[in-house]
């Protein structure tokens, strides 16, 4: 199911919502994409993505 919501940070549709960590200060919920992003800005280094597949 698709969610119509549209994420706080880019305003494109939300397929899998993502609440975001307080600390990042963002109101409402995110795509998958920001989330992403938002993580790898507040935990740098090499990440292990799982399901890149669905990407």
């Known amino acids: ?3 119509k919501e549209k ?3 880019c ?3 939300i397929q899998l ?3 975001p960590m ?3 200060g ?3 919920l995110i ?3 920001c989330y992403s992003k938002k993580i790898n800005e507040h935990y740098p280094g090499e990440h292990i993505r799982v399901n ?3 990407d």
Do not use: T
């Open 31 to 33: 795509c998958g994409n």
């Open 11 to 13: 305003s494109g549709k």
């Open 1 to 3: 199911m698709v969610s």
């Open 26 to 28: 963002i109101e409402g």
């Open 52 to 54: 890149k597949h669905l």
């Open 17 to 19: 919502r993502f609440k």
């Open 22 to 24: 307080s600390e990042w």
């Open 7 to 9: 994420c706080a940070i």
